[in-house]
């Protein structure tokens, strides 16, 4: 019997052809042979098809599937049907892989039993000064284990999406990416979390991913603020606020906390508090809800949120809560 390949890449690509060629070298360079490579053109009107038909007949591990213009989750799905491997790795046209990827994510995933393995990324490109993103990545490269990655799932996404290897039958269980008016990547981890997904993260750097302009994430509606705000409340909503009964206290009174504060009020869930340690701050009403010092914070039954933008600032309110006897997870959820 003719056997499938050990991992699938899953590639989608759209008028990359300024970056695809290293992309493809860095994929035909990999110590772990035995793989495929799914790629899914998405409709390119440069020369990005071609380029794409050139590595196929020159590697016969290099599948190719043409489509029209759809979109990237469309694109994501097309792969994810054709692909035959029990591992897949997710891989973008414009980053490049390091030789030992696959096969460290390989042994990786065997070695911890997790769904999804990550891997620590190196920024590079046109906009590597980029402080916000610099600051992404570092905060992203420090997420390795399961714990780490989840306790951080509602601030910001925990992996970096093109350096993930997941489990082919896991992904195909959750019907793949979902086109939700949200980051498809972030809506995916989420989705993963409540279905009992294993995460974790190497912690090699195995991916160089490129910053530049013309990235979705800088372009699309669906990666702005108010987007990942919108997908974290609905991930609440089925989670910890299910019960429309049950309020919030909010920690910060600070514009992230405010912004927290207007959502959960579209949903109907109250807010019964803020806590703040600025004492200008205290004894006042925002929302209608008072603001309350550390000493007079709830304590379990509400949903407290960790609704500060510092990671400083969220250490503090994690030690004062945890020492108050709440459990983060539980009761306490840092957001951003």
């Given at each position: 019997m003719n056997r499938g390949p050990r991992v699938s890449v899953l590639l989608p690509v759209r008028d990359a052809a300024d970056t695809l060629a290293q992309c493809l070298e860095s994929l035909a360079r990999q110590t772990l042979t035995d793989h495929e490579v799914v790629a899914v053109d998405d409709g390119s009107v440069d020369a990005t098809a071609q380029l794409l038909e050139a590595a196929r007949r020159a590697d016969p591990r290099v599948r190719v599937i043409h489509t029209p213009a759809r979109g990237l989750v469309p694109a994501l799905n097309a792969g994810l049907a054709e692909a035959r491997a029990p591992l897949l790795a997710r891989m973008d046209a414009d980053d490049e892989a390091a030789p030992e990827r696959f096969e460290a994510q390989e042994r990786g995933m065997d070695a911890a039993g997790v769904?999804?393995?990550?891997?620590r990324v190196e920024l590079f490109g046109g906009l590597r000064g980029n402080a916000g993103m610099q600051r992404y990545v570092a905060?992203?490269?420090e997420l390795l284990t399961h714990a780490q990655i989840t306790r951080e799932l509602f601030v910001e996404s925990p992996l970096a999406h093109p350096s993930v290897m997941l489990r082919t039958e896991r992904l195909r269980d959750l019907a793949g990416w979902v086109d939700d008016d949200a980051p498809e990547d972030y809506d995916l981890w989420l989705?993963?979390?409540a279905a009992g997904w294993l995460f974790g993260k190497l912690p090699q750097v195995l991916l160089r991913w490129r910053d530049h302009s013309r990235r979705l994430t800088r372009?699309?509606?669906r990666y702005s603020a108010a987007a990942f705000q919108r997908r974290k409340l609905k991930a609440l909503l089925a989670?910890?606020?299910?019960?429309?009964?049950?309020?919030?206290?909010v920690w910060g009174a600070g514009p992230t906390g405010k912004s927290w504060s207007r959502a959960l009020s579209t949903a109907a869930r109250r807010v019964a508090a803020f806590v703040e340690v600025d004492p200008r701050k205290l004894g006042q009403r925002i929302h209608a809800a008072p603001v309350l010092g550390v000493a007079d914070a709830p304590g379990r039954g509400p949903l407290h949120l960790a609704a500060v933008s510092?990671?400083?600032?969220?250490?503090?309110?994690?030690?004062?809560t945890a020492a108050a006897g709440l459990t983060e997870g539980l009761d306490l959820i840092a957001v951003a």
């Open positions: 769904d999804a393995l990550g891997s905060w992203q490269n989705r993963a979390h372009q699309d509606p989670g910890p606020l299910a019960d429309p009964a049950r309020e919030v206290v510092g990671t400083e600032a969220r250490a503090r309110i994690r030690d004062v």
